[in-house]
Structures are given as C-alpha cells and as structure tokens.
C-alpha cells in the first residue's frame, strides 16, 4: 500500500530526510515523497520557538490546500532563539494527515558568536553559513549543523531523527 506524502518545500534535503524516516516508520509500506513551495506566513528567518512552530504548521497546512489528494503534509521550518547562552539553532517539524497531527522538534545547537551576529544583523541563517564558511547554498546540502560538526551528523540526519518522532502517533495509532 503507498503513502503519499507532501513537503512543504522543495529543498532536496527535507525531502530526502523525510523519505527516509517514512521508510523506517512504515517499512512495509511503499513511500513517495513530493516538494511543493508554500509560504510558511514567517520571517524567512523565524526568530523564536514560537514563530518557527508556526512556520512549520502553516507550511503543512499550505501544503494540504495546494494538494489536497495525499495522506500526509509536513512542514519542517529551521528557526533560532537567543537565550543566556547565545543563538540556539533547531527546526520544527509538523505532520498532518487528514485527521490527525503531530510535531517534533529537531535538538538544539548553539552557533559561534560570528554567524550568530550576522544572523542577528538581518542575514538568513544558511545565508549566514555560506558567508562566514566561503560556502554555496549550504541550507540544500549539509546546513550549519554539518559543517559545525565536520560531517559527523548532516542536514538529513538531523531532520530524519525529528521526523520519526514526529511520525510516533501514526505509526503506533495514538489517538
């Protein structure tokens, strides 16, 4: 039997990464994963736990309008949030189905001072990284998170480990 399933966005990654966690999910299930662009209704760099929540749900919910004939929707938005110890970086994640939702949120990191300031300046985050690293369009490839950790955990993992809890409820039918 086939899941079909729709990203909220187009970027290689955060289909790739959400293929992989279904697989794992619903092994005996045939997978078919599809981008479509919708607008989040957030800055493109959300700056709060809050907006960034609101971005990732407002992105499966546009994805759900833009293609209705599916059984789920996600929305993974990236965000930051400055607390006592500097800019924490992470990603929300939203999956809905036609009658049901759930959300996970990837781990936290911290980033160096410089990109932070930048970041902090007006400059989207990826766009951040690819200055400060000498990089292009690094948020389609490794995003922040593989280049601060040298490769050991890449854009796809980091958002394939958020999207199995996130899948939780369905794959175990939690009401």
């Known amino acids: 039997m086939l899941f079909k399933s729709i990203v909220a966005s187009k970027n290689p ?46 992105r499966a919910l546009n994805a ?3 293609i209705p ?3 789920f929707w996600i929305g ?3 965000g930051i949030h ?8 992470f990603a929300w994640i939203v999956v809905l189905s036609k009658n049901a939702a759930s959300q ?7 980033l ?15 766009d951040a990284d690819d200055l400060y690293f000498g990089r292009s369009n690094s948020k389609q490839k ?13 854009r796809k993992t980091y958002y394939e480990h958020a999207m199995v809890m996130a899948l939780i409820p369905f794959a175990n039918k939690i009401k």
């Open 13 to 58: 990654v955060k289909i790739e990464a959400t293929k992989a966690a279904f697989k794992k999910m619903f092994p005996e299930r045939e997978i078919r994963c599809e981008g479509v662009s919708v607008s989040s209704e957030v800055r493109d760099q959300p700056m709060s736990q809050q907006e960034t929540l609101a971005g990732a749900e407002k």
């Open 142 to 154: 490794e995003g922040a998170v593989g280049i601060l950790t040298n490769g050991e955990i890449d």
């Open 69 to 71: 004939n599916a059984d």
């Open 76 to 78: 993974i938005e990236g």
């Open 64 to 66: 759900q309008r833009e």
């Open 104 to 110: 996970a949120q990837t781990a936290v990191f911290y």
């Open 82 to 89: 400055d607390d006592e110890f500097g800019m924490q970086a």
């Open 112 to 126: 160096p001072e410089p990109i932070a300031k930048m970041v902090r300046e007006g400059v989207e985050l990826g």
